[in-house]
T-cell receptor, first 114, second 110 residues
Framework: ETGVTQTPRHLVMGMTNKKSLKCEQH?????MYWYKQSAKKPLELMFV???????ENNSVPSRFSPECPNSSHLFLHLHTLQPEDSALYLC?????????????FGSGTRLTVV | QKEVEQDPGPLSVPEGAIVSLNCTYS??????FMWYRQYSRKGPELLMY????GNKEDGRFTAQVDKSSKYISLFIRDSQPSDSATYLC??????????FGTGTSLTVIP
């Protein structure tokens, strides 16, 4: 484990379902991120939280809703997703906002929308 | 035009070979450069981090940044089967946004 734990590892959901992805870090990092990784595409930044405050929403559809209750936990709430939302969702954290010192990534949640 | 271009491969080399992985970019403001390694079913893992131009060496890995050519490289010496993974470059001008390449898939054959 890298210090960033994501659950569940795999998720299959119907387009009308509501589910949540969970991310937890106990590295004492001050910034947390959600990234989407699709085959043959670069990682796409979705959301950024610095010191628990959302500082970036990278034009993400409203069917994705992040939540950061404290500096160690990050959630991604999902509802009425589309098949094209199937991807690997990665959570990351960094010591400093901006991630200039590098990110620590979790292992991801493999999401399949049917 | 993509911010970052990276040849997806796949790249296949024999054990012990020197591997060269490369990325080009278009934004001259980029000054933070990183390489990540991603094993199958795992998240990316930070390998090398470089600020501005120059070389950085860590064991069998060397990262090079040529800002004049907007070109970065990762060299792996004495490659091992355990180096088989996807390698991602990432870069930033500062702020919250890091731009990633699509990744190069590497297989080192014993």
């Amino acid at each position: 484990e890298t210090g960033v734990t994501q659950t569940p590892r795999h998720l299959v959901m119907g387009m009308t379902n509501k589910k949540s992805l969970k991310c937890e870090q106990h590295l004492g990092h001050n910034a947390m991120y959600w990234y989407k990784q699709s085959a043959k595409k670069p990682l796409e930044l979705m959301f950024v939280y610095n010191f628990k405050e959302q500082t970036e929403n990278n034009s993400v559809p409203s069917r994705f809703s992040p939540e950061c209750p404290n500096s160690s936990h990050l959630f991604l709430h999902l509802h009425t997703l589309q098949p094209e939302d199937s991807a690997l969702y990665l959570c990351a954290s960094s010591q400093e906002p901006g991630g200039a010192g590098g990110y620590t990534f979790g292992s991801g949640t493999r999401l399949t929308v049917v | 035009q993509k911010e970052v271009e990276q040849d997806p491969g796949p790249l296949s080399v024999p054990e012990g070979a020197i591997v060269s992985l490369n990325c080009t970019y278009s934004n001259s403001a980029f000054q933070y450069f990183m390489w990540y390694r991603q094993y199958s079913r795992k998240g990316p893992e930070l390998l090398m981090y470089t600020y501005s131009s120059g070389n950085k060496e860590d064991g069998r890995f060397t990262a090079q940044v040529d800002k004049s050519s907007k070109y970065i490289s990762l060299f792996i010496r004495d490659s091992q089967p355990s180096d088989s993974a996807t390698y991602l470059c990432a870069m930033s001008a500062g702020g919250n946004q890091f731009y990633f390449g699509t990744g190069t898939s590497l297989t080192v054959i014993p």
